[in-house]
Nanobody, 114 residues
Framework: QVQLVQSGGGLVQPGGPLRLSCAAS????????MGWYRQAPGKERELVAI???????NYADSVKGRFTISRDNAKNTVYLQMNSLKPEDTAVYYC????????WGQGTQVTVSS
């Protein structure tokens, strides 16, 4: 069964860290470009970060220097390390696998609030 299962997320204070994980199954993970997207209430889903099969990364300007995407091909897992979180980072975060088609994770809520 092809699926992406996310973990992590929750409530964190401004300035704090949080790590999201996304475990893939049913795909040849190492050849996929993996990404993290987010959608805040009333807004469009937006790209946060991607990492290619070769390990090349790209980030939204709003998260550069604060977020780090990484992958562990041995564990079929992609991570998003989020540091210095801001209230405007509050959103539902989705992981994504791209090859010929697109696969989405179930989404996980991240809330940054004091």
């Amino acid at each position: 069964q092809v699926q992406l299962v996310q973990s992590g997320g929750g409530l964190v204070q401004p300035g704090g860290p949080l790590r999201l994980s996304c475990a893939a199954s049913g795909i040849m993970f190492r050849i996929y470009t993996m990404g993290w997207y987010r959608q805040a209430p009333g807004k469009e889903r937006e790209l946060v970060a991607i990492i290619t099969s070769c390990g090349i990364t790209n980030y939204a300007d709003s998260v550069k220097g604060r977020f780090t995407i990484s992958r562990d091909n041995a564990k079929n897992t992609v991570y998003l390390q989020m540091n210095s979180l801001k209230p405007e980072d509050t959103a539902v975060y989705y992981c994504n696998a791209q090859r010929a088609g697109t696969i989405w994770g179930q989404g996980t809520q991240v809330t940054v609030s004091s």
